[in-house]
């Protein structure tokens, strides 16, 4: 079982600035895909980006730029540390990883949301 536990989420003014972390426990051999997604209200789950255990990082158009996502190998923790944030990057942030496990297969586990609020 692997559990997975953000923080970070809050309220802040437009062109202001976040740190979300997310850790992640359990029993698992080691973590392949680190990413972070977000749902708006009314709108799909989509992705904000996403870090490879071998370092290769993907974000989407509209946060390039101004999102870095990081981790802390050591500490099963990544963060997505988010600058110039404007009113349309209001949504429930969400991590996800794609673990190894100790059986061999591979599979994802979602982290339970956090809320950012950017006001205008």
């Known amino acids: 079982h692997v559990q997975l536990v953000e923080s970070g989420g809050g309220l802040v003014q437009g062109g202001g600035s976040l740190r979300l972390s997310c850790v992640a426990s359990g029993s698992f051999v080691s973590i392949n895909v680190m990413g972070w997604y977000r749902q708006a209200p009314g709108k799909q789950r989509q992705l904000v980006a996403t870090l490879t255990s071998r370092g290769t990082t993907n974000y989407s158009d509209s946060v390039k730029g101004r999102f870095t996502i990081s981790r802390d190998g050591a500490k099963y923790t990544m963060y997505l540390q988010m600058n110039s944030l404007k009113p349309d990057d209001t949504a429930v942030y969400y991590c996800?990883?794609?673990?190894?496990?100790?059986?061999?297969?591979?599979?994802?586990?979602w982290g339970q949301g956090t809320q950012v609020t950017v006001s205008s």
């Open positions: 996800k990883v794609v673990v190894l496990l100790p059986t061999g297969f591979s599979r994802d586990y």
